[in-house]
Antibody
């Protein structure tokens, strides 16, 4: 059974940081291109970042508006992908999903509020 | 960025009825490799999105064949031939041809 489990969400004040983790199982993680996508309170889906696999030198791409604040990484030995989020803003409030696009986690809620 | 425009925003159907959802792209989604990276997702109430169809018309494993996708370049359609109760939710089109990956605004399917 395929599983993607995101953790690390919560309530954080503006300007603070948060690191999300996504532990996966049930598929060949090492060859999967992994993404972080968020869903805003208005239900809009927004792609944030992608990390390709080893054969593509772990190439990384970001949505322009989060470049410099968010950092995606992966650990193939743990079948996990991460999202480090710095200098968080209220507009970053959303449910954050990790996904290979074929498989999606259940999401973790990040709330940025003072 | 590529803008995907979905219509209608809401759809109400009876069980057994066939329905279609349109997704129009602001630019061609035909990639230089010859593939067209237009996918359809379903988000059921309280759940995360799930992939239904990839590359315009390919059914993801386990997805019932009452779902079908068609289209090319900038115009795409998702058809459900005989809606079932479990099909209610929000349908999103998504493109992965051009960076950044973008989504339509969704079509909410309600069951009468």
């Amino acid at each position: 059974e395929v599983q993607l489990v995101e953790t690390g969400g919560g309530l954080v004040q503006p300007g603070n940081s948060l690191k999300l983790s996504c532990a996966t199982s049930g598929f060949t993680f090492s060859t999967a291109w992994m993404n972080w996508i968020r869903q805003t309170p208005g239900k809009r889906l927004e792609w944030l970042a992608q990390i390709e696999d080893k054969s593509n030198n772990y190439f990384i791409s970001y949505l322009e508006s989060v470049k410099g604040r968010f950092t995606i990484s992966r650990d193939d030995s743990k079948s996990s992908v991460y999202l480090q989020m710095n200098n968080l803003k209220e507009e970053d409030t959303a449910i954050y999903y990790c996904t290979s696009l074929a498989y999606w986690g259940q999401g973790t809620l990040v709330t940025v509020s003072s | 960025d590529v803008v995907l425009t979905q219509t209608p925003p809401t759809l109400s159907a009876t069980i057994g009825q066939s329905v279609s959802i349109s997704c129009r792209s602001s630019q061609s989604l035909l990639d230089s490799d010859g593939d067209t990276y237009l996918n359809w997702l379903l988000q059921r109430p309280g759940q995360s999105p799930q992939l239904l169809i990839y590359s315009v018309s390919n059914l993801e494993s386990g997805v019932p064949n009452r779902f079908s996708g068609s289209g090319s370049e900038t115009d795409f359609t998702l058809k459900i031939s005989g809606v079932e109760a479990e099909d209610l939710g929000v349908y999103y089109c998504m493109q992965a041809t051009h960076a950044p990956l973008t989504f339509g605004s969704g079509t909410k399917l309600e069951i009468k």
